[in-house]
Each structure stands twice: as structure tokens, then as C-alpha cells.
């Protein structure tokens, strides 16, 4: 369904919160090592941390490996376009 649209399957895998494997990347916006915040086809995605140190990176794969210590995935929700009323209302 998802490769229908254009789009790369997303997927997150996170094993013993040591090994991170993310599909789906479009984009890395940051990186360091308490913090990697990126574009996937589903939405922003933060990832927080402790000694991060990314692995693999394929764009064009839309794939990424980080090791560490994670201690937070959190999406970001893509903001509303017309101001606090549409946003309120919906």
C-alpha cells in the first residue's frame, strides 16, 4: 500500500533498546550523539538517547542503524496549516 503512494515502507526495529533500525528515511535533519531527528515517509521522527552512533545510512535504501542506548522514539505532528481556529476546530 505504502509503495502504491510512492512511498518506502516504514518500519522501526529496536532490539534490547541497544540496536535501532529505522526504514522509510527520507531525510537526516540532525545528528548527535543524545539526539537523531528524521524525515520518514510517516512523519518527523525523534530519536533520544545516549552515546548514538549511527551505523548505516542509505538514502536511497531509505534505511538507517544506530547503536546506543535509546530512551525515547517520539513522531512529531506535522503542523496545521490556517492558524489556531483551524487547528481547534479541525
Given amino acids: ?15 534490547e533498546r541497544k540496536k535501532l533500525t529505522v526504514t522509510g528515511v527520507t531525510e537526516v535533519v540532525s545528528f548527535d550523539e543524545t539526539a537523531v531527528m528524521l524525515r520518514t515517509d510517516m512523519g518527523t521522527l525523534l530519536v533520544q538517547g545516549r ?4 551505523k548505516t545510512l ?31 476546530f479541525g
Avoid: C, F, I
Fill in 58 to 88: 542509505s538514502l536511497d535504501g531509505g534505511q538507517m542503524a544506530v547503536d546506543g542506548t535509546v530512551t525515547a522514539l517520539v513522531y512529531e505532528e506535522p503542523r496545521q496549516n490556517g492558524g489556531w481556529v483551524r487547528r481547534l
Fill in 1 to 15: 500500500m505504502a509503495e502504491e503512494r510512492g512511498q518506502m515502507p516504514h518500519k522501526l526495529t529496536l532490539e
Fill in 51 to 54: 552515546d548514538l552512533q549511527l
